[in-house]
C-alpha cells in the first residue's frame, strides 16, 4: 500500500467521522439550510487530515508532503474562518505566507523526482473534505445563495493551491505566498 493511498484512507475515516458526530437534521427536518454545519464541519476535517498528514510527512522525511499539508492547512483555516463569519456583499479569504522553515530542513539533493507526487497528495487529502463541502454547497445555493456561493469559492481557492504549492516545490527558497481571493456575494440580493 502506498503513502497516498493509506493517508487517504486514514482521511476518509477522520472525515467519516466527523459527519458522523456533525450537526444532523432530524428527521423530517432536513432543508439545504440545515447543512451549511456539515459543510463547516467538512472544512474543519480537512485542516484536521491535513494536520495528521503534515506529522507523517515530516516524520518520513517528504518534502513534497510537508510543504503541500502546510498550504492545506493555511488553505482550511483560511476558508473555514470566512464561512463561519458574517457574509456581506463580499467575503475575501485571507492570502497567506508560510515559512517553511520545518519543510526546507527535509529538502535533500535527491528529493525532486518525488516532488511530482505534491498535486495527488494535496488532492487526496483535500478531495474527502471538498467533496462533502461541495455537495452540500450545491444544495444550499438553492436556499441561501451567500452560503453557497461562498463554500463555492471556498472550494476553489483551495482546489487553486495545487500550482502554487507546485512552484515552490519546483523552486524551494522563498516563502510561499498565496494571495488573497475575494468572493463577490453581490449577485446574491
Known sequence: ??????????????????GSVGC??????????????????AMDSGKTAA?????EFV????????????ALISGFDGAGDVLAGKMADKVVI?????DLVECMALKGEDQ??????AAPIIEGVASVALSTA?????KLLSANCKKGTATLG??????????????????????LSIPAVTIDLSACE
Open 154 to 175: 471556498a472550494i476553489a481557492y483551495i482546489k487553486g493551491l495545487i500550482e502554487p504549492v507546485m512552484k515552490q516545490i519546483a523552486e524551494p527558497g522563498a516563502p
Open 94 to 98: 485571507p492570502g497567506f505566507e508560510l
Open 1 to 18: 500500500m502506498t503513502r497516498l493511498s493509506k493517508f487517504m484512507g486514514a482521511t476518509a475515516l477522520l472525515a467519516l467521522v466527523a
Open 59 to 70: 516524520k518520513k522525511k517528504d518534502f513534497a508532503g510537508c510543504v503541500s499539508m502546510e
Open 134 to 138: 461541495e455537495f452540500y454547497a450545491n
Open 112 to 117: 525532486p523526482e518525488g516532488n511530482a507526487n
Open 51 to 55: 494536520m495528521i498528514g503534515r506529522n
Open 24 to 41: 444532523k437534521p432530524t428527521k423530517g427536518t432536513a432543508s439545504p439550510e440545515d447543512y451549511f454545519p456539515l459543510i463547516l464541519v
